[in-house]
Structures are given as structure tokens and as C-alpha cells.
DNA sequence: TAGGTGTACTGGTAGGACCAGTGTGCTAGA
DNA sequence: TCTAGCACACTGGTCCTACCAGTACACCTA
């Protein structure tokens, strides 16, 4: 008997409890990703959305710190109307990144090889596709590095990291953006003050113009082999000397021929 | 005078106020970072937290809910001792993509994009730098695919992540394995009903495993560039007919010549 | 000794209170 | 009439207290 009411025996699943400020979370986030909510919008004040809700303003103040962590909401107290909804979101991709390195004790030279292979494809993606608008942006950060590199060594590495943002952001994939400004800046975090102390700035300054410029030729000529291979060479020639005979043949080995 | 003051003048910079909050996120993240705190540690219990930092019990917990949804901690009520620090994951960084998609700033063209450069290398690196014992995982990983051929899709499927999750650590670079895997999660979680309903499953099945037996053999002969080239390929032509033209043309300029 | 039960913790939530910013409208003065 | 300044209403930031609901562990009983 008991075995003819096997079939239709309930199928029960495991449960989680649901805590009351991961509904408000829930929500919101999903009237932002379906677009009920747009960036520039605002969300009611934390005591409206305990009515709407019905829940504490602790619970509401809860779910509001999870979704700013996450980069959704930017809340300013005095702020008539609420919480502001954020446009960018790459922040906290970046933050995750960051947690991700800072936990996993990655070291530099993996982080190199990271950026030698992202941005060495944002540079290829951006040689070949770009148009005159986004040619005319690289340019202009070019020059502007080349303004800066008479100024001082701080102005230089502003206009460099310009200059890249500008080749990624031509690449038209926002991954690989926001992935090699990540890795570009944890690197520099790293690195800064070890690359301050060794060489003549201005001949390093000069040097990095002069590959930057020899890539972004590459670009104008629509040679995304060229091109790549040209950003990943010059990554190698700059970091290398500063890591350990190991990490340097690693990062040797995502080398691409040149021509 | 006043210009003889000029030069002794304080820079003052600008402040941003810091909320109670993330004075206790930064000095818990700055605890798990430095190793003070390693995963299975358990933090204090909330009151006890309240009463280390001098704030109140709410505050702390909207410090916790943030570390909490940064996949840093995990709390459970009832546990002695307070949460827990969890192990690093890919998780969180799984969920960052997840909304940086959900946003709309990328599309299943750029993910496809991102995984053929990151597994690309990642298969690279295992092919140039593996010894017997990691060869010897992603033969195995590669021979669990073969069996589970026949058995069932999903079977298939998982044993198929596996080997990509095998051959990437081989490249000893976890940033690559990290990335690669949840960016296959997250191309996974939004092509799978498009690619069921296409094509004959088993047919999809052998031509998946010639193809990843194709490159495992140049992981064999230590063909760095060959084997890149073919998972390049195979993600192309994999996922390139369920893609746009356009996508179709852009994710072509990734591939890189064979032999 | 084995089992059940009670207790002392834990986090989850509610509600109230106060402070400190911020914007706006109104008012008093020119 | 116009404007400068002030008061107010609103925002978030923080604190406090209280209670509920799980969990683990020790104790107590059969």
C-alpha cells in the first residue's frame, strides 16, 4: 500500500531561511536590473521603505549598506528623496577582484601575466574596430602624455593610466575595461614604490613613450597582431626586470611574434 | 608678508566623512587580509564586537552584512563564537559579473570574449609549465568526460567544467582560473536553454570531446601556442552561431593562427 | 550509561529616540 | 521689489532596549 503512494509522494527540498533584509535586497536590485529603476532615480527614504516593506528601519538600513557595498545605491544623508541608483557597476567587480587578490595572496607576476593578456586583447579589439571618434580620443591622451612628461613623474603615470583607459574603453568590451583597470591599478599599488627607486625617471618616462607610441601606430594601422603583441612586449620589458628569474620566464612565455 | 607665508601654507585635501561602519568593515577585511583572521576563525559575537569597537550593535551588523555579502564572512544564528571567515570562492566574483550583466554593460559577445583570452592563456600556461602530476589530472579529468559521454548530458556538462577547472589550474596563474570559471558560469547560466534546444545532444557531445582532445594532445607536446589557438577555437565555434553577426565577427578577430 | 531537557548563548527583528547634515521655503530687512 | 538670512522639515547616522528564534552544550533524570 505504502508503496503504491510512492510515486506520488511531495518531492521536498532543502530550505534556507530567508532573512527579511535579503527580500529587500531582492527586490530592489530587481527593480533595478528589470529597469523599473533607472541610475539618476531614487528609492524612498529608509522610513517609507520600512512601510512599504514592513519591516524595522534596521532591516531596511541593512539590505540599503548591501546594495551600496555592491555599488547599486549611493545614500547621502540630507538627501531629500533617498537613496540615489548608481550607473556603474565595474566598481564592484574591481572590489571583488581586489578582495579575490588580496585573499588568494596572488603575486605580481601573476597579475602581470593578468594584464599582459587582457590588455594586450583590448588593445587588438581596439586597433581593429575602432573608428575616427575613438582613434581621435587615443591620440589626444597620447599627446596629453607627452605634455605631461615634461612636468613631473606623478603627471606622466596620470596621463599613462589616461592612455590606457582611453585603448581599453576603444576596445568596446567593458570586461576587459574595467579587468585591466583593476589589474593596472593593484599592480601600481604594488610596484610604485619599488620602480620610484630604480632608473633615471626620465629615461623611463622616455622609454614608455616611446613603446606606447610605437603601439598606438600599430593601432592606426589597424594591426591588432601588431598591436598586442607590441603591449604585451612592453610589459614584459617593464616589470620584468623587477621580478624574480621565475615570474619573468612565466611572463615571457605569453609573448606573442611580433610582425 | 602673506607671501612669505605662502610656501609654509598647509595643503589641505579634501575629506569624506567615514561612517562608523566601515571603520569596522576596514578593520575586520584588514584582519582577514593580513592573516590575523584565516578561514573556519570565528569573529566575536556581535555583542562582543559592539563592545570592541565602541558602537552599537546595529552598526555592527550592517558592518557584518557587508562583509557578509562580500562572501568574507558567513553568520548563522545560534553558532558559539559568532560568524565565521569563509574560505576565498569565486563566488562573489561570479555575482559581481552577474550584475555587471544583469545591467546591461556586457553581453554574451564580450563573455565569450573574455573566456577565449583568459582560458586561452590559462591552457597556454598549463601546456608550457605542467609536470607529470598535473598532466596526469587533466588526463584523467579528460578521460571522466569520455565516460560520462555516455551516460547523460548533464553528466556530460559537468565533467566537461571539471576538465576546463583542471587544465586551469594547471596554468598555476588563480587569477586565470578564477576568472575563466566564472566567466563560464555566467555564459553557462545564460546560453544553456538556447544551446539544449539546438543541434543533437550527442553529436554536440563528440564534437566537444575531439575538440578538447585535440588540444589536450598539444598540452601533451608542450604546445603552448597551438593549444591556445585550438580552445580559442573552440569557443568560436562553439558558441559563435548562437551570436549575432556581429558578435559572430568580433569574438573571429580573437582567434589566433594554428601551427 | 543513554536519553531527553533546560539553559545560556547566538543572530534576527522591531521600535523608539536623538543627532547632524541638507535643501527649501518663508520671512525680515534693504 | 528683491535679496540675504533664518527656521523648518526632511534626510541618513547612530544608539538603545527589548524580544523572538534558533543552536550547542551541559546537566539531569530514567
Given at each position: 500500500m505504502t508503496s503504491s503512494r510512492d510515486e506520488a509522494?511531495?518531492?521536498?527540498t532543502s530550505v534556507t531561511p530567508v532573512r527579511a533584509y535579503e527580500s529587500v535586497v531582492a527586490q530592489i536590485e530587481d527593480a533595478v536590473f528589470t529597469g523599473q529603476l533607472v541610475p539618476g532615480d531614487r528609492l524612498p527614504s529608509e522610513r517609507d521603505l520600512m512601510a512599504q516593506f514592513g519591516v524595522s528601519r534596521g532591516t531596511v538600513r541593512e539590505a540599503l549598506r548591501v546594495l551600496e557595498s555592491g555599488g547599486l545605491i549611493r545614500s547621502r544623508?540630507?538627501?531629500p528623496g533617498g537613496a540615489t541608483v548608481q550607473a556603474n557597476s565595474s566598481a564592484r567587480l574591481a572590489k571583488a577582484l581586489t578582495t579575490f587578490v588580496k585573499l588568494g595572496q596572488i603575486g605580481v607576476g601573476e597579475l602581470i601575466e593578468f594584464r599582459?593578456?587582457?590588455?594586450?586583447?583590448?588593445?587588438?579589439?581596439?586597433a581593429e574596430l575602432h573608428d575616427e571618434a575613438a582613434l581621435g580620443a587615443m591620440e589626444e591622451a597620447f599627446a596629453r602624455m607627452e605634455e605631461a612628461?615634461?612636468?613631473?613623474y606623478e603627471a606622466f603615470s596620470a596621463a599613462d593610466v589616461a592612455f590606457h583607459l582611453a585603448v581599453a574603453s576603444c576596445s568596446s568590451n567593458s570586461l576587459f575595461s574595467a579587468c585591466?583597470?583593476?589589474?593596472?591599478?593593484?599592480?601600481?599599488a604594488l610596484t610604485t614604490e619599488n620602480l620610484k627607486e630604480s632608473g633615471d625617471p626620465s629615461e623611463r618616462i622616455q622609454e614608455t613613450l616611446r613603446r606606447h607610441g610605437a603601439y598606438l601606430q600599430a593601432i592606426r594601422d589597424r594591426d591588432g597582431r601588431t598591436a598586442e603583441a607590441l603591449a604585451r612586449q612592453d610589459l614584459v620589458d617593464y616589470y620584468g626586470p623587477h621580478l624574480?628569474?621565475?615570474?619573468?620566464?612565466?611572463?615571457?612565455?605569453?609573448?606573442?611574434?611580433?610582425?
Open positions: 509522494r511531495p518531492q521536498f544623508p540630507g538627501d599582459m593578456v587582457v590588455e594586450g586583447s583590448a588593445v587588438r579589439l581596439a612628461a615634461g612636468v613631473s585591466s583597470e583593476f589589474a593596472r591599478d593593484t599592480v601600481l624574480s628569474p621565475d615570474e619573468r620566464a612565466r611572463i615571457r612565455l605569453l609573448l606573442l611574434p611580433v610582425g
